[in-house]
């Protein structure tokens, strides 16, 4: 299956809950009339967009569809929702190295169980195909069982891993994978962290360690800080991002779990809300399951 299709397969059961029963609807042209509105608002509410996210929307979408009046509601909603979420972008890839060839550091952050490893180890796989010798950083010392499965992963992707025992401290995993990826000459490290709730203070204050000795070894590391979200979760992202943000810089957001959930339209709360640009997709377990985030074929793959 191509990149397309896969997208558009994973977000089949969001498109179900706003294409299906309003199929009619969107081919309507012109001023939205108070029925269309509430079934429109009711189909966006479904698929988890958020009360004034949905009504920016639909508002937009109107006011689009009088400038140009080909378009129906179906393409103008489409033109609208690819505006929001394209307005402001972002990439999950290490930026043009400088003369020396230094090292680009990212930290994976997030709650508990909303895929975090497995996207590190997609993206490794990725990096080091793509010629971007790889460190994986298991930063997650919490859960027994974490390291083993970075460690499977860094088998499949083909990368190296510094890993400790269980119970170890974060900070000081860090400090040893950074160290090592600076002395072996790999040009990425990238670091899982733990699952953490983003009310508990104290994880947060670990969190901010672990960001601080990635600084103190490499200059403006960690140089990207993905945020993972759930999107079986919906718009708890937003409370989610809005806690994490205020512990370390999120550079970017990373939506996992788009396969195989009906609350796709949460994205676009999540993005509107927050001003922070989605990077990258999870759309399922395997390696390959995942994409670079690209707003237009987001929109097309929810409305067409
Ligand atoms: N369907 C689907 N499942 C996913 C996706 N990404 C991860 N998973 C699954 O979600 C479960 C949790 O994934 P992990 O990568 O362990 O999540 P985590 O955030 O590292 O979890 P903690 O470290 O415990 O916080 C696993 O069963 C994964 O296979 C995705 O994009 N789609
Ligand atoms: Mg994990």
Known sequence: MDLWNRFRAGL??????????????????????????????EALLAADVGPSTAERLIDAAEARMRREPELDLGAALERVAAELLGERRARFEPDDPAPGASLWVALIVGVNGVGKTTLAGKLAASLARAGRPTLLVAGDTF??????????????AGVEIVSARSGADPAAVVHDGVSAALARGTRVALIDTAGRLHTKHNLMAELEKVARVCARLVPGAPHHTLLVLDATLGQNGIAQAREFGRHVPVTSLAVNKLDGTARGGAVLAIVDELKLPVSVVGLGEGIDDWQPFDPEAFARGLFD
């Open 12 to 41: 089949a059961r969001t498109r179900e809950r706003l294409g299906g029963p309003m199929a009619v609807l969107l081919r309507r042209r012109g001023a939205v009339d108070p029925e269309t509105r509430e079934r429109l608002d």
């Open 143 to 156: 859960r027994a069982a974490a390291a083993e499965q970075l460690d499977v992963w860094a088998g499949r």
